[in-house]
């Protein structure tokens, strides 16, 4: 009988090993091919929606879904928010949500979806860089790979930087990745304390409430009739998957591996988007291109790799 149990527990604890070892590198890959397709489908969507009409819906719709799974795993009473947390939580909404989704919208809107996934990858950047000025140190290998993984973007990107983006578009982007290196590292301890659809809830909610009123205009004055049925499906799309599914994988991605480790795979969203593009919208995907991917990899690597010893003593829980 013991031999049984045995034999029968060890599938089990099999998996729980494999998830532990690579299920949070799987949910930054799931989350990465997300946000790439992302860029698309709302560059997409802005031809039938102004961009804060857009925001509007998506977060209306995006705060109902949360809430809804919330009560559907009855953890919403059993899970509260302490009040010590509510300040937290608010910086986290107004960061991730907020000035990130205004930034990544109206950035959108004024430059191409290349040139947005390239300034947005820089949240690794400001990621290292605030944590440097709160005194948490970065090793050699981690500044060697993140530098070496933003040179290998700039060069994957390099032949679109003259494609007609804005001056504007441009800034507001790399606003947007400020916005989110701050909100992965204000969320490290509520990933840990809180169910990842308890700490996406309440973070949403906070975060959208200025949302819904800066794009209520917008919304009233939108024309919702002649949106097609492909411009809903997309709006669709965005609500459930690059959201509120990837903020969940990424925040507990982050909960694991930690903040700086798991926002340097971020530095493959531009690479994804290019990918997506020439496959979708028939963009070139040349020499250049492959050269900056392997780039991105080669300092994706390089960074990582410092942080598995760390990680087996405990470490990387954020």
Do not use: C, H
């Amino acid at each position: 009988m013991a031999a049984k149990t045995e034999i029968g527990g060890a599938p089990a604890a099999t998996r729980r090993g494999m998830v532990t070892a690579i299920g949070p590198e799987l949910a930054q890959l799931a989350v990465v091919a997300l946000w790439a397709s992302g860029f698309v489908v709302t560059k997409a969507a802005f031809a039938e929606v102004t961009p804060l009409a857009f925001v509007f819906v998506r977060f209306l719709l995006m705060t109902l879904l949360a809430f809804a799974v919330l009560f559907l795993r009855r953890r919403g009473a059993a899970r509260g928010v302490r009040r010590a947390d509510l300040g937290r939580f608010a910086v986290a909404g107004l960061s991730g949500y907020t000035l990130y989704q205004l930034g990544y919208a109206l950035g959108l809107e004024r430059t191409s979806a290349f040139s947005s996934s390239l300034l947005i990858a820089m949240v690794p950047l400001f990621t290292v860089l605030i944590l440097a000025g709160t005194g948490e140190p970065t090793p050699f290998r981690g500044w060697l790979g993140l530098g070496l993984a933003i040179v290998g973007v700039l060069v994957f990107l390099l032949d679109k930087r003259g494609d007609g983006g804005t001056l504007l578009g441009d800034a507001l982007s790399l606003g947007a990745a400020l916005a989110f290196a701050v909100y992965g590292i204000v969320n490290r301890p509520l990933v840990t304390a809180y169910p990842p659809e308890t700490q996406t809830a309440y973070a949403l909610l906070l975060g959208s409430m200025p949302l819904l009123a800066i794009g209520a205009p917008a919304a009233l004055a939108e024309d919702w009739g002649g949106v097609t049925a492909a411009g809903w499906l997309g709006i669709a799309y965005m609500v459930v998957l690059p959201s509120y599914v990837a903020y969940m994988l990424w925040n507990w991605a982050i909960a694991r591996r930690g903040v700086a480790a798991a926002t340097s795979s971020g530095l493959l969203v531009p690479v994804g988007s290019g990918v997506l593009s020439a496959v979708a919208l028939g963009e070139g995907f040349g020499p250049t291109k492959i050269l900056g991917g392997a780039l991105v990899l080669a300092g994706l690597v390089i960074a990582r790799s410092r942080r598995r010893a760390p990680q087996a003593a405990g470490e990387g829980t954020g």
